[in-house]
């Protein structure tokens, strides 16, 4: 993904873990906040949150072709 950013000229402002909380708070239609506020996912959308708002790098990506985008995916494993 930060390859994929820089290449667009943009940046990450957070990398959002997968936990298997966010599909137990779906399964009881509830956000994860809700469901586990003290969470470690919980935590990661409230830094994701935070980084968002203090966020002070406003561009606008560079579209890149979908050739540029296979070629990314296979030389990072994403796709052979």
Do not use: W
Not at 15 to 30: H, L, M, S, W, Y
Not at 48 to 55: K, M, Y
Not at 68 to 79: A, I, N, R
């Amino acid at each position: 993904m930060e390859a994929f950013s820089e290449r667009v000229g943009s940046h990450l402002v957070h990398f959002v873990p997968r936990d298997n909380t966010v599909q137990q708070a779906e399964i009881r239609k509830k956000t994860v906040i809700e469901y586990d506020p003290l969470c470690n996912q919980a935590e990661e959308y409230r830094k994701l949150a935070r980084n968002i708002l203090e966020n002070e790098m406003f561009v606008v990506p560079e579209p890149i072709t979908m050739d540029e985008l296979e070629g990314m995916m296979t030389e990072f494993g994403v796709v052979q």
